[in-house]
DNA sequence: AGCACGCCGACT
DNA sequence: GTCGGCGTGCTC
C-alpha cells in the first residue's frame, strides 16, 4: 500500500502530501498519526489517503512509514475530508487545518542526549565531574548538562569527540491518567478485625464503587489507609483515564415547562429531518431556544448518536452551560480555555470512543472528535466570535454545516437576530427559517426610547447620561431593579491632545491614539497593549495644556459613582476581565444581585439572562454604525437588539433608553422595535445593490511588513497577478486596491490591503491556491472576512 | 519549517 | 585560500 501523508509542520509554501510505503506489519488507515523519513530527519504526519502500490507511478523512490504514533488520537475519514475541504475553501495550507483538529499540535517532541563517546579526550579536557555525572547515568538530557556545566563547555566535548550528542524523538501523545481504588473482595471479616477505618472504606467501595485515590482521601480516609487496604488485596489500584467531568448524578430537576406550540412545533420539524438541513431558529431574545436544544439533544442522543454545542466564548460558564450539565450530567464534555491539555486531551477521547455523546464548548469546539454526529446546535449563531482572526481564518457554521453534511445531520441555528447571510439563505430555501415570535410566559418585550443627544445637548445637558436615562436609572434603583449600561469603549478618556498645537498621543508602534486608564493612571494602545506614562507637558509643543477627550467605560463608572453614591457598580470589559476569562465571575455576582449596574463594553449584550434586569441603557448607540464597513449596519442592529433584549426577562417589564445622534436611522428604528424583518429587507436592499456579501463574495488579502517599500512592492505584485489573471479569466470579478488598511500601522508593521469581490470565486480561489507567491510570510488571506 | 547548496565579499 | 552571509530549492 502506499499512504499519502500530510507533514505536520507549518511551512506556509509546503502545500502538498507525500508518498509513502505502508510496511506490511503496520496497521494503518485513513487518519492515522504517523513518522516518516522527510528530508534529513523524521517528522509526524497524518495519512490522508491509501491506495494499492501499483496504481500511481513515480519517478522517485518512495521510503517507508518508520512507526505509527498513535492510533487512538488518531481521526476519523470526515474529519480528514472536513480539514482538506477548509484547506481549500479558505485557502491555508493543509497542515494548518488538520491542526485543527488535534490538541496536541504536535505529536512528536524531539531531545538531544548526549552520552560520552572518548573517556580519555573528556578527562584530558577538565571534564571530570562531567565523566562522574554521567557514570552511573549513562546519558543525560543535553539541556540539563548545559545548565549544570555551561553551554559553551559541552559544545567545545561534543565537537572534541569526547562527548556525543544523539537526538531522539519522544511521542508526545500520551493520555493523562489517574489512579483509583476498586473493590476486590469482601470476604475479610478475620482480616480487617482491628481495623475500623478500612473496613468502612471497603464497605463504602462496595457499595458506591470505584473512585479515584483523590476522592477518598477528599473524604476523610489517608493514603496510608488506603495503602494498608490494597495490601489486604480485598481491594486494588488500577490506573485510568482522567475523567473532567465530576461523577455527580444528572439532576431531574431541570425538567421543563410544558413546551410551547411554536417551540413544540420547531422541535417536530428539526426531529424528522431526514436531509441534514440548517436551520435558522429565529426566536426573540428570550423566547426559550435553549429548551428546544435540549429536547432535541436529548432525542439524538436517544439514538445514540453525538450532539455538538457551539455557545459564544463570554457565554461558555454561563446559564446554558450548567443546564445542559444539570440535564446531562457525565454524557456532557465542556471544552473552555481554562483546561489544560490533558484534560483537553481526555474529553476529545471521551468523545472519540463515545464515552460522551455532548460536547459544549467556543468556536474550537466545532472540531470535536465524533464518529457518530448527529445534531450540531449553534448558539447566537450571528455571533462574530465564531468566526477565527488568526489563520485558518474559518468560520465555525460553515465548518459545522460541512460536518453535518457528511452525517446528513441537521444544523440548528439559533439567534434573536440571525446573520444577514443565514437569513437571506433561509428566503432562498437553502437553510430552514422556524419562527419563534412570542417570549415564554408570553413576556411582553421591553419597551425602547430612542434619545437624541443632539436637543440633550442643546438643552445644555453635557453629560454622557441623557435626562432620559437618569430618570430611568432612578426609577429602576428605586425599585431595587438591576440596571445595564453599554459603551462600546474601555478606558477612561478615548483620546489625549494638546490644545495648543493639536498634537495627539499616538502608539510608538501602531498608528492609532492612546487611550488614557485612569485605574492605573497611564496611556495605552488598544491594539498592542504597550502602556507609557501620561505626558505632563505636550511631547510636541511642550505647552502644558494636555486635555483628555472622549468618554469610555472608565469615566462612566466614575460619574455613575457621583451621581449614584450608595448604588453597588461592576464594569465588564477586558480591563476588569483580565486575561483569565473572570469575566464570569462578574456575571454572576451581577446575577445574584450583588450589584445594581452593570456597566460595560459589548460583553454586557451577549446571551445572558438576568432576571432581575430592568432597565438598559446603550449611551453611544451609533458608535459601531459610522465605521467605513458594509456589515456596520448588521452588526449595531444586532448589538443594540441584543442589548435591549437582556432587559424585562423576568417579572417586571422592561425598558431601554438608546442614545443616539441619528435617532430615524432604520437600524436605530427597526432595533427601538426589535423588528428584525424590516431591517433585514432594508439591508439586504442595500446589500444587493452595491453587491456586498451575500451576493458578492469577498475574499481579503492583507500585506504586511515592517519595511513599507517593500510591502508596496509586494502588495502591488499580488494586485497585478490577480488582475492579470482577471483579465485573462474572469472579468466578472473585481479586483480593489492595494489601498492604506483603516489603521495603518500595527506593532510595527505596515499593513495595505487587496480585495477580491465577486459572485463566484471559485476558480480564482483555484489560482491563490497553487500561487507560491500568495503563501510567503506577510500575506495573510481571510475568505469571508467580517472585518 | 529546516537544512544543504552555492554564490559572493571580507578576512587570517 | 577560507569563513560566513543569505538567496534558492528540496523534502516522498
Redesign the pocket.
Known amino acids: 500500500m502506499i499512504a499519502e501523508v500530510i507533514i505536520n ?6 502545500q502538498k502530501t ?3 510505503i505502508v510496511p506490511e506489519e503496520l496497521f494503518v488507515r485513513v487518519g492515522t498519526r504517523v513518522l516518516v ?5 523524521r517528522e509526524e504526519g497524518v495519512i490522508v489517503a491509501l491506495h494499492p502500490a501499483d496504481s500511481v507511478q ?1 519517478d ?4 517507508p512509514i518508520s512507526s505509527v504514533l498513535s492510533v487512538q488520537t488518531g481521526f476519523q475519514e470526515e474529519m480528514i475530508a472536513t480539514a482538506l475541504w477548509i484547506s481549500d475553501y479558505y485557502l491555508c495550507s493543509m497542515s494548518d487545518s488538520l491542526r485543527l483538529f488535534m490538541i496536541e499540535k504536535k505529536g512528536i517532541v524531539a531531545h538531544t542526549y548526549v552520552t560520552v563517546e572518548n573517556r580519555d579526550m573528556l578527562l584530558q579536557l577538565n571534564g571530570k565531574n562531567i565523566w562522574e555525572y554521567l557514570e552511573n547515568k549513562k546519558n543525560e538530557e543535553k539541556k540539563i548538562l548545559c545548565n549544570q556545566f555551561g553551554q559553551a563547555f559541552i559544545e567545545k566535548l561534543i565537537e572534541k569527540h569526547a562527548l556525543k550528542e544523539e537526538k531522539q524523538l519522544q511521542n508526545k501523545i500520551a493520555d493523562k491518567t489517574e489512579k483509583w481504588l476498586y473493590f476486590v473482595d469482601d470476604d475479610c471479616q478475620s482480616i480487617l478485625k482491628n481495623r475500623k477505618k478500612q473496613m468502612h472504606l471497603l464497605a463504602e467501595l462496595k457499595e458506591n464503587g470505584p473512585a479515584p485515590l483523590s476522592f477518598w482521601i477528599q473524604k476523610g480516609y489517608s493514603r496510608d489507609i488506603i495503602q494498608h487496604l490494597v495490601q489486604t488485596k480485598l481491594a486494588a489500584i488500577d490506573i485510568r483515564l482522567k475523567q473532567t467531568v465530576d461523577l455527580t448524578e444528572k439532576e431531574a430537576a431541570d425538567k421543563p415547562w410544558q413546551l410551547t406550540p411554536e417551540q413544540e412545533h420547531a422541535v417536530t420539524v428539526i426531529k424528522n429531518d431526514t436531509k441534514g438541513s440548517t436551520y435558522v431558529l429565529h426566536g426573540v431574545t428570550g423566547s426559550g431556544k435553549t429548551e428546544i436544544y435540549m429536547d432535541l439533544a436529548e432525542q439524538v442522543i436517544a439514538r445514540g448518536r453525538q450532539v455538538i454545542v457551539l455557545v459564544p466564548e463570554i457565554a461558555l460558564t454561563g446559564q446554558i452551560v450548567r443546564r445542559f450539565i444539570r440535564r446531562f450530567g457525565n454524557d456532557i464534555v465542556v471544552m473552555h480555555s481554562q483546561l489544560s491539555k490533558g484534560e483537553r486531551q481526555n474529553n476529545w477521547l471521551r468523545m472519540q470512543k463515545e464515552e460522551s455523546h455532548i460536547c459544549i464548548g467556543a468556536r474550537s469546539a466545532v472540531f470535536t472528535a465524533v464518529s457518530n454526529l448527529g445534531l450540531v446546535i449553534v448558539d447566537e449563531a450571528h455571533d462574530s466570535s465564531y468566526k477565527q482572526d488568526e489563520t485558518p481564518r474559518y468560520h465555525a457554521v460553515a465548518v459545522a454545516r460541512k460536518r453535518a453534511s457528511y452525517y446528513r445531520c441537521p444544523v440548528i441555528l439559533g439567534s434573536a437576530t440571525p446573520s444577514l447571510d443565514s437569513y437571506y439563505r433561509a428566503q432562498k430555501g437553502e437553510y430552514v427559517l422556524l419562527e419563534l415570535s412570542r417570549r415564554v410566559q408570553n413576556k411582553p418585550l421591553p419597551d425602547v426610547r430612542v434619545v437624541d443627544m443632539r436637543e440633550e445637548l442643546a438643552r445644555g445637558n453635557r453629560s454622557v447620561i441623557s435626562d432620559a436615562l437618569a430618570t430611568l436609572l432612578d426609577q429602576t434603583l428605586a425599585c431595587r431593579q438591576q440596571a445595564i449600561i453599554l459603551l462600546n469603549r474601555r478606558g477612561f478618556s478615548t483620546f489625549v491632545m494638546c490644545r495648543k498645537c493639536g498634537y495627539v498621543v499616538k502608539c510608538k508602534t501602531c498608528d492609532v491614539a492612546m487611550v488614557y486608564h485612569k485605574s492605573q493612571h497611564n496611556l495605552r494602545c488598544h491594539y498592542c497593549d504597550t502602556e507609557i506614562p501620561v505626558p505632563v507637558v505636550c511631547p510636541s509643543c511642550g505647552s502644558k495644556y494636555i486635555k483628555f477627550f472622549g468618554t469610555g467605560t472608565e469615566k462612566v463608572e466614575e460619574q455613575l459613582h457621583d451621581r449614584y453614591p450608595q448604588a453597588r457598580i461592576i464594569r465588564l470589559d477586558q480591563d476588569t476581565t483580565g486575561r483569565k476569562n473572570s469575566g464570569d465571575k462578574i456575571i454572576e455576582a451581577f446575577r445574584r444581585h450583588e450589584y445594581d449596574i452593570l456597566l460595560g463594553t459589548q460583553m454586557v449584550a451577549k446571551g445572558h439572562d438576568f432576571p432581575e434586569v430592568s432597565a438598559v441603557g446603550i449611551l453611544s448607540a451609533d458608535s459601531l454604525l459610522n465605521l467605513p464597513v458594509y456589515w456596520a449596519g448588521e452588526r449595531t442592529f444586532q448589538l443594540l437588539t441584543q442589548a435591549a433584549g437582556r432587559s424585562g426577562r423576568g417579572n417586571v417589564p422592561g425598558h431601554v433608553v438608546m442614545q443616539t445622534y441619528a435617532p430615524e436611522h432604520y437600524v436605530i428604528q427597526c432595533s427601538k422595535y426589535q423588528d428584525y424583518k424590516s431591517f433585514y429587507e432594508k439591508e439586504i436592499s442595500y446589500r444587493q445593490e452595491l453587491l456586498y456579501p451575500p451576493f458578492h463574495q469577498i475574499v481579503k488579502i492583507t500585506v504586511t511588513y515592517e519595511d513599507e517599500s517593500f510591502m508596496w512592492k509586494a502588495g502591488n505584485r499580488i494586485f497585478d497577478l490577480l488582475a492579470a489573471w482577471r483579465l485573462r479569466y474572469d472579468q466578472n470579478i473585481e479586483i480593489i486596491g492595494p489601498y492604506v488598511d483603516t489603521i495603518k500601522k500595527i506593532r510595527n508593521k505596515f499593513r495595505i490591503i487587496v480585495l477580491i469581490k465577486g459572485a463566484d470565486l471559485v476558480k480564482i480561489k483555484k489560482y491563490i491556491k497553487e500561487e507560491a507567491e500568495f503563501h510567503k ?1 506577510g500575506i495573510i488571506i481571510d475568505v469571508d472576512p467580517s472585518i
Do not use: Q
Open positions: 509542520i507549518t511551512a506556509k509554501r509546503l507525500f508518498s509513502y523519513p522527510f528530508g534529513h530527519r513515480h522517485y523512490v518512495l521510503k510570510t
